[in-house]
């Protein structure tokens, strides 16, 4: 199952994204280290993308490229809304639920539907990761949901969830309508020039070499992008994204590596709540 791996591989550098994130964030503008989610993508995909024979894209490929790009910028901007509104362990379990949502998104958008098994191990991957920043947070179980009724930052959140369940399944639109490089390198030109206007004057006040600095997260992204699309080309969406919210366990460890951060112990019965949803996919896949 090549796009088990895939998806695996996936989270793994969505995590390693992360960790450059999070040591930029420390010296510059979050919206311009969102923005660089995109465009530090672009010397990475464009290239690549040049590469192959050209294709000429399906009538599908303009529409869900309008949306796909407009939904990725909004849902750019609510997630470092709510990083900045609220603490991180109050809003980040808030983007355990997108697998919950794709329950639904996906059969109204591209017809497809887990089967029992696989509707079993996303719902374990969701209990699991939301498990692990319930420990990590010390706030309780139903802390986020008392949170939704007195933070915007989970707000926020939740609504970048809903919004990633529908871009997951536009992508699975797009790279049927065009190959999946050229669709990865379509969305990422249209989401960093609609994003430029916002990070012009943090942009100035950033420097050259801070913005080089950047170029790690950027590549990262784009290789989140190539995977993924490549493993949902394949695979059910819901399934794809299930797995990339293992990243999850990725950034616990280098959490621990890169961060010193406390608390290992406790988010371990989440980690395998987690890892058990992942082998349930992975056995209703080799049995489909």
């Known amino acids: 199952m090549p796009w088990f791996f895939l998806a695996l591989l996936t989270a793994f550098i969505a995590s390693l994204k992360d960790v450059f994130s999070k040591l930029a964030v420390r010296r510059i503008d979050p919206l311009v280290v969102a923005w660089s989610w995109s465009a530090g993508a672009l ?89 692990i920043n319930i420990g990590a947070a010390r706030h309780g179980f139903l802390a986020p949901f008392r949170a939704l009724l007195r933070e915007p930052g989970p707000r926020y959140m939740l609504l970048v969830a809903l919004i990633w369940s529908v871009t997951a399944n536009i992508d699975k639109i797009g790279i049927c309508a065009a190959p999946p490089l ?55 969406v819901s399934y794809v994204i299930a797995i990339k ?26 980690a395998l709540v987690m890892l058990a949803g992942v082998a349930l996919i992975a056995w209703q896949a080799a049995g489909s």
């Open 43 to 131: 010397p990475l995909v464009v290239p690549l993308a040049l590469s192959e024979p050209p294709v000429m894209p399906q009538s599908g490929f303009w529409p869900a490229l309008a949306a796909g790009s407009l939904l990725n910028v909004g849902a750019t901007i609510l997630y470092i809304r709510a990083l900045q509104a609220s603490d991180l362990s109050l809003t980040i379990p808030m983007i355990a639920l997108t697998p919950l949502f794709m329950v639904v998104t996906s059969p109204l958008l591209v017809g497809e539907m887990p089967a029992a098994g696989g509707l079993g191990g996303i719902l374990l991957i969701v209990a699991g990761s939301w498990t």
């Open 245 to 270: 919210r293992t990243s999850i366990l990725f950034g616990i460890a280098f959490g621990r590596l890169i961060f010193a951060e406390r608390g290992i112990r406790e988010r371990a019965a989440g």
């Open 182 to 236: 050229t669709w990865i390198m379509a969305v990422d030109i249209v989401v960093t020039l609609l994003m430029l206007p916002l990070v012009v004057a943090p942009l100035r006040r950033t420097g050259a070499r801070r913005i080089m600095s950047l170029l790690p997260i950027g590549i990262c992204g784009g290789l989140v992008l190539i995977c993924q699309m490549h493993a949902i080309e394949v695979a059910l």
